[in-house]
């Protein structure tokens, strides 16, 4: 680990300008990521504000008829929920289907967003990789990738985004609310908050220098049934291989978000108006553009047969 | 005490303490977090700074150079050790690599440097601005590769790793059924809860260390040659291990490297080895490739059975013993067996719980399933026809007790195998593919000779001393229950001291050979205080009892604190074993039984049932071996569903190096065990008539789930661990 400068701001503003007047500077939530990176080297923030005190930490009703989720509210507080498990069950499940009940009582909304990939490669310091080290290459392609990207891939990086909420968040369509050192706000929906990877896998979110998450919202409830799946090696404390967050209408229609395929929740609208004629036909325009490595050619199917379980759960 | 013919009726016969599921007498030690581990001896010495490793960023090659100026300048820093500053060093016997590299590298994460500081964080923090330069050289990585080429290993004098008897080749041409098969085994890592950690301190050129380790007397042993002082200048203590599986039967980096950097640094020094670092810094189980070919007559006989196994070792290595059980296990009049070698630059392969059997019985035992229903017979059954009473490579060699056939009746009895499918993928549950599968569990049973001291004290204490060592199983509550039944006293009235080289030295904890052979050592021991207790006290020896804290005879009864009224009494003893387990093979016995559900739609693989009958000689203390049995049940599910060492064969290195990565089984895995317990006494293993638990239970289970998923799925799985992409192609099809 690096020495760092530390501060704790009061203000979202004051967090936001803090960061931009120190370059290299991190914001820290629960730390449950950001000091594991730290401590091997892979962040090395040379300044850190801390966003504990920021008063970020309560669900609110919006007007029109949603929820707005304050950055610092914990996983454990928001799986809790009672408005969330009545409206948003998909959030809740997929929230408790994440880490294990100690992380989640440290790791916050705005946290786990923005946690980083698990690639091994990019844990080991001695290995080349893009997403850590730009330009140094990748030792994922061609090396171990059971667990790593099927779509939206590039040459220069293959890494999954591990969070199982940010799946349950793109199904439900939430937005991602910032402020700018500037004072700026803006309201981003969460379908342009990752980037795909490109040449710039370091680059992992359109948020701007010093920005700061200070809230996600959902929009008014949609029903449904809200099934979350997470397919893993072993049945809890375990990253998803891959995961389904599927929202299924009485009359079949739905959206269907997939976790542990890509470098972001993997949602296609177009490929929801397949649900009608089964999980395959949604999988195949899911996953149309799939780059697959002899390790995790399995999560092809493996998508399609889970979401086809999903559908029949739904359909029960 | 020399043990050399069949024990007979003696004080551990009466049962009163020993047998007994009894509580660990260091339980409240361990739940109140005041059992200190090597790392948490904050007070042995004074002024205690840290140490941290760097380990090599190549598999193979060359240091050209290191750069430590600037870890030297950081805040902190007392002395950076290289393999280069830290004058000669020879290497312990029982090392293959040396523990401090360089300018070679041997293996990935080799330890090249310590960076000692006031503060871990300081440490840390330096050790990576070591900067080093590496000429890289290009190394064997691939086992499957090299197998073809891949000589015998090389036999020692008393395992010979290649065998044969009968003429196996004709037999097995001729059988009417039979079955040539493959299957492999993934590289496995201990995963021990407590890294390695030691602190060392040196007064003069006394050194101490507070370490974690399970075989005090090798340690001492090889950390003198190491760095070539004198045996009776190097102390261990090691009085608390929080798991070795084998991991820690040899001496690693952390332990060298503390006594360098101690004298570098000229005061103690602690090191733990990160767990990042582990994977590929320490020892792990071998990986393996095995060829199985068993050929019978259609009533079941075995009338050939062969069993090859390919492993890798870096150079001078070990093969892993893979064929072992095969020697011993069915009978058959033509075998074959042979363990091949090959050379890989990969981390050095070693001793995990079970060395041998864990692999081999993982392969043989799906054979055996395989082979039951190319003859249409139950595999329970199957099992029982090719039973032996007697070595089957030497027929005149008698098992010492041997109650396979008996473990297997009573487990498919409890387990209620009469309901198993026998066709494959006919059971359902709601989403679940569910069925059953068995193994037999075999383990051999070595002993070890093993010393203890035993003082009675004028509080009519018996405290006990021996460098034996408890790495979790117990033993600091079977010795104590050993000294109170020998002296007639409840448990309470006994002390234990561990984990200290200055004590007599023990059999030490490996192979499941300790908890027999310790107490082995303290019965010894005991004997020679009840001799001098009833001396002391004008008894006649052959009629003395001892029991309810006094010795009687006759109708004269005292109390034995009488005996230690001037002054405490003090004995010592060794056991050590002639040739019963030459004349007599002795070994474990137990029969695994595994339900599992598979998910339909995924292949996720979660277990419902697992059950274990044992037999397994005198068992000392029925919750700790119940426990033993159960911890290496868990393993043993672990190693069929998931552990696995994942090898970067570009690199040369574990990929999946951490906790994250290398997933081993968490509560919500392990469904409902039961362990059943034959009563069994051996009295050609030992006075106590015990024989060890702690391996025997990982033994087979693998297997048994393996088979299992074949019989819910249909898939017979040959590679390790079967996790759900090696099934999803052949679920069934979904609505
Ligand atoms: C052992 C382990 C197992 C895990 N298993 C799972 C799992 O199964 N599923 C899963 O989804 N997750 C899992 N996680 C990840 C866990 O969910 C994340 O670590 C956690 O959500 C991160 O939240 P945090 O508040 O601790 O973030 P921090 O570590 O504090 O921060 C993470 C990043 O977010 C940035 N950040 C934090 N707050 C803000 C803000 N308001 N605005 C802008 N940037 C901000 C930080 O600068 C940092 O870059 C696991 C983690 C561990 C350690
Ligand atoms: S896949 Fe991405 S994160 Fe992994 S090594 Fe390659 S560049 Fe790094």
């Known amino acids: 680990m690096k020495s760092f400068t530390y501060e704790r701001a009061t203000t979202p503003t004051e967090a936001a300008s803090g960061a931009a007047r120190n370059p290299g500077a991190r914001f820290i939530a629960g730390g449950t990521n950001l000091l594991d990176l730290m401590k091997l080297e892979i962040e090395v923030p040379r300044h850190l504000i801390d966003v504990n005190g920021l008063a970020l930490d309560t669900i609110e009703p919006t007007p029109d008829g949603g929820l707005r989720i304050g950055a610092l509210v914990r996983n454990t507080d928001l799986a809790a929920d009672a408005r969330v498990r009545r409206d948003y069950g998909l959030l809740s499940r997929a929230l408790l289907a994440g880490a294990s009940g100690q992380l989640r009582n440290k790791a916050t909304t705005a946290g786990n967003l923005l946690q980083r990939t698990r690639c091994p490669y990019f844990y080991d310091t001695n290995q080349p990789c893009n997403k850590r080290e730009p330009g140094s290459g990748c030792a994922a392609i061609g090396g171990y990738s059971r667990q790593l990207a099927i779509v939206g891939v590039s040459d220069a990086c293959i890494a999954t985004h591990p969070s199982d909420m940010a799946v349950a968040m793109r199904a439900l369509d939430a937005k991602i609310e910032t402020i700018k050192p500037d004072g700026a706000t803006r309201s981003l929906p969460i379908a342009e908050f990752y980037r795909a990877p490109g040449d710039t896998p370091h680059l992992e979110t359109t948020l701007t220098a010093g920005e700061l998450i200070t809230a996600v919202t959902l929009p008014k409830p949609v029903g449904g049934k809200q099934i979350y799946r997470k397919v893993r090696d072993r049945p809890s404390y375990a990253f998803a291989l891959i995961s389904v967050g599927a929202i299924i209408q009485p009359d079949g229609s739905g959206r269907v978000t997939v976790g542990g395929v890509a470098h972001k929740p993997w949602r296609i609208e177009a490929a929801e108006a397949q649900l009608p004629q089964g999980a395959k036909a949604v999988t195949d325009r899911l996953l149309a553009t799939a780059r697959t490595t002899e390790d995790n050619a399995f999560k092809l199917p493996l998508v399609e047969r889970t979401l086809a379980a999903v559908l029949a759960e739904a359909r029960a | 005490m020399k043990f050399d013919t069949p024990a007979t009726t003696n004080p551990i016969d009466r049962l009163r303490v020993i047998g007994q599921p009894l509580d660990r007498i260091d339980g409240p030690l361990k739940v109140t977090g005041t059992a200190r581990y090597a790392y948490e001896q904050h007070d042995v010495a004074p002024g205690q700074a840290y140490g941290y490793v760097v380990g090599s960023a190549i598999a193979k090659g060359k240091i050209v150079s290191m750069d430590l100026a600037a870890a030297r300048r950081a805040p902190g820093v007392l002395a950076v050790v290289t393999a280069e500053n830290a004058g000669k060093l020879d290497k312990g016997k029982r090392n293959t690599a040396k523990l401090f590299g360089g300018p070679q590298i041997e293996h990935y994460h080799q330890a090249i440097a310590l960076v000692v500081a006031e503060t871990f964080e300081?440490?840390?923090?330096?050790?990576?601005?070591?900067?080093?330069?590496?000429?890289?050289?290009?190394?064997?990585?691939?086992?499957?590769?090299?197998?073809?080429?891949?000589?015998?290993?090389?036999?020692?004098?008393?395992?010979?790793?290649?065998?044969?008897?009968?003429?196996?080749?004709?037999?097995?041409?001729?059988?009417?059924?039979?079955?040539?098969?493959?299957?492999?085994?993934?590289?496995?890592?201990?995963?021990?809860?407590?890294?390695?950690?030691?602190?060392?301190?040196?007064?003069?050129?006394?050194?101490?260390?507070?370490?974690?380790?399970?075989?005090?007397?090798?340690?001492?042993?090889?950390?003198?040659?190491?760095?070539?002082?004198?045996?009776?200048?190097?102390?261990?203590?090691?009085?608390?291990?929080?798991?070795?599986?084998?991991?820690?039967?040899?001496?690693?980096?952390?332990?060298?490297?503390?006594?360098?950097?101690?004298?570098?640094?000229?005061?103690?020094?602690?090191?733990?080895?990160?767990?990042?670092?582990?994977?590929?810094?320490?020892?792990?189980?071998?990986?393996?490739?095995?060829?199985?070919?068993?050929?019978?007559?259609?009533?079941?006989?075995?009338?050939?059975?062969?069993?090859?196994?390919?492993?890798?070792?870096?150079?001078?290595?070990?093969?892993?013993?893979?064929?072992?059980?095969?020697?011993?296990?069915?009978?058959?009049?033509?075998?074959?067996?042979?363990?091949?070698?090959?050379?890989?630059?990969?981390?050095?392969?070693?001793?995990?719980?079970?060395?041998?059997?864990?692999?081999?019985?993982?392969?043989?035992?799906?054979?055996?399933?395989?082979?039951?229903?190319?003859?249409?017979?139950?595999?329970?059954?199957?099992?029982?026809?090719?039973?032996?009473?007697?070595?089957?490579?030497?027929?005149?060699?008698?098992?010492?007790?041997?109650?396979?056939?008996?473990?297997?009746?009573?487990?498919?009895?409890?387990?209620?195998?009469?309901?198993?499918?026998?066709?494959?993928?006919?059971?359902?549950?709601?989403?679940?593919?569910?069925?059953?599968?068995?193994?037999?569990?075999?383990?051999?049973?070595?002993?070890?000779?093993?010393?203890?001291?035993?003082?009675?004290?004028?509080?009519?204490?018996?405290?006990?001393?021996?460098?034996?060592?408890?790495?979790?199983?117990?033993?600091?509550?079977?010795?104590?229950?050993?000294?109170?039944?020998?002296?007639?006293?409840?448990?309470?009235?006994?002390?234990?001291?561990?984990?200290?080289?200055?004590?007599?030295?023990?059999?030490?904890?490996?192979?499941?050979?300790?908890?027999?052979?310790?107490?082995?050592?303290?019965?010894?021991?005991?004997?020679?205080?009840?001799?001098?207790?009833?001396?002391?006290?004008?008894?006649?020896?052959?009629?003395?009892?001892?029991?309810?804290?006094?010795?009687?005879?006759?109708?004269?009864?005292?109390?034995?604190?009488?005996?230690?009224?001037?002054?405490?009494?003090?004995?010592?003893?060794?056991?050590?074993?002639?040739?019963?387990?030459?004349?007599?093979?002795?070994?474990?016995?137990?029969?695994?039984?595994?339900?599992?559900?598979?998910?339909?739609?995924?292949?996720?693989?979660?277990?419902?049932?697992?059950?274990?009958?044992?037999?397994?000689?005198?068992?000392?203390?029925?919750?700790?071996?119940?426990?033993?049995?159960?911890?290496?049940?868990?393993?043993?599910?672990?190693?069929?569903?998931?552990?696995?060492?994942?090898?970067?064969?570009?690199?040369?290195?574990?990929?999946?190096?951490?906790?994250?990565?290398?997933?081993?089984?968490?509560?919500?895995?392990?469904?409902?065990?039961?362990?059943?317990?034959?009563?069994?006494?051996?009295?050609?293993?030992?006075?106590?008539?015990?024989?060890?638990?702690?391996?025997?239970?990982?033994?087979?289970?693998?297997?048994?789930?393996?088979?299992?998923?074949?019989?819910?799925?249909?898939?017979?799985?040959?590679?390790?661990?079967?996790?759900?992409?090696?099934?999803?192609?052949?679920?069934?099809?979904?609505?």
């Not at chain 2, 070591?130 to 064997?140: I, L, T």
């Not at chain 2, 200290?500 to 310790?518: E, I, L």
């Not at chain 2, 033994?699 to 299992?708: H, I, L, P, R, T």
Request: with cysteine.
């Open chain 2, 122 to 735: 300081q440490a840390r923090a330096a050790a990576q601005l070591v900067v080093v330069k590496y000429q890289e050289e290009k190394g064997a990585f691939d086992l499957a590769a090299l197998k073809g080429a891949a000589p015998n290993a090389p036999s020692e004098e008393d395992s010979p790793t290649q065998s044969a008897v009968g003429d196996f080749a004709g037999a097995f041409a001729s059988a009417p059924v039979k079955l040539d098969q493959s299957y492999t085994t993934p590289d496995q890592a201990h995963a021990m809860m407590e890294p390695h950690a030691s602190i060392a301190r040196w007064d003069g050129d006394k050194l101490t260390l507070w370490t974690s380790n399970q075989m005090i007397a090798w340690g001492v042993g090889d950390l003198a040659q190491t760095l070539g002082i004198a045996k009776e200048n190097v102390r261990l203590v090691s009085p608390f291990i929080g798991g070795g599986f084998g991991g820690k039967l040899f001496l690693r980096a952390d332990i060298l490297l503390a006594a360098l950097g101690a004298r570098a640094a000229k005061r103690p020094v602690k090191v733990a080895l990160q767990r990042p670092l582990m994977f590929n810094n320490t020892t792990h189980r071998p990986a393996t490739i095995q060829r199985i070919r068993i050929g019978a007559t259609p009533d079941g006989k075995i009338t050939a059975i062969g069993h090859e196994s390919w492993s890798g070792d870096l150079k001078d290595g070990q093969p892993e013993l893979a064929t072992q059980q095969t020697k011993l296990l069915y009978a058959g009049a033509n075998r074959m067996t042979s363990l091949k070698l090959a050379v890989l630059d990969l981390p050095e392969g070693n001793a995990m719980r079970a060395p041998g059997e864990a692999p081999g019985l993982m392969a043989l035992e799906i054979a055996m399933d395989e082979m039951a229903e190319k003859l249409k017979i139950d595999p329970v059954e199957f099992r029982i026809i090719n039973d032996t009473q007697v070595d089957p490579e030497k027929p005149k060699v008698p098992f010492s007790q041997r109650q396979l056939a008996e473990c297997l009746r009573q487990g498919a009895q409890r387990f209620g195998w009469d309901k198993r499918s026998a066709t494959p993928g006919t059971l359902r549950d709601g989403k679940w593919l569910v069925g059953m599968g068995v193994a037999s569990a075999f383990r051999g049973n070595l002993v070890m000779k093993s010393g203890a001291r035993v003082t009675l004290g004028k509080d009519g204490i018996v405290t006990v001393f021996s460098d034996m060592t408890d790495i979790g199983p117990g033993s600091y509550t079977i010795m104590a229950q050993t000294a109170a039944e020998m002296m007639g006293l409840p448990i309470d009235k006994v002390k234990v001291e561990l984990g200290d080289s200055s004590f007599p030295a023990s059999a030490g904890s490996g192979g499941q050979w300790g908890a027999n052979s310790a107490t082995s050592g303290v019965y010894a021991a005991c004997v020679k205080l009840r001799e001098a207790v009833v001396q002391k006290l004008g008894f006649n020896s052959a009629d003395a009892v001892f029991e309810d804290g006094a010795v009687k005879a006759g109708n004269r009864a005292v109390p034995l604190t009488q005996a230690a009224g001037d002054g405490e009494i003090t004995a010592e003893d060794t056991i050590e074993f002639g040739d019963l387990d030459k004349t007599h093979s002795q070994a474990t016995f137990g029969g695994h039984f595994v339900e599992v559900g598979v998910d339909a739609a995924t292949g996720e693989v979660r277990l419902r049932r697992m059950l274990a009958v044992c037999a397994a000689g005198r068992i000392l203390n029925p919750k700790s071996a119940r426990s033993q049995v159960i911890g290496a049940m868990t393993m043993g599910a672990g190693a069929a569903l998931m552990e696995h060492l994942v090898v970067d064969k570009r690199r040369g290195f574990f990929v999946n190096h951490d906790l994250a990565g290398y997933e081993v089984p968490v509560h919500a895995d392990i469904p409902h065990q039961e362990v059943v317990f034959l009563d069994e006494t051996d009295p050609m293993s030992s006075p106590m008539k015990a024989k060890g638990v702690g391996e025997l239970g990982i033994c087979g289970v693998g297997a048994a789930v393996a088979n299992a998923i074949y019989n819910a799925t249909g898939m017979r799985v040959r590679d390790y661990p079967i996790t759900l992409d090696k099934l999803l192609d052949r679920l069934p099809a979904l609505s």
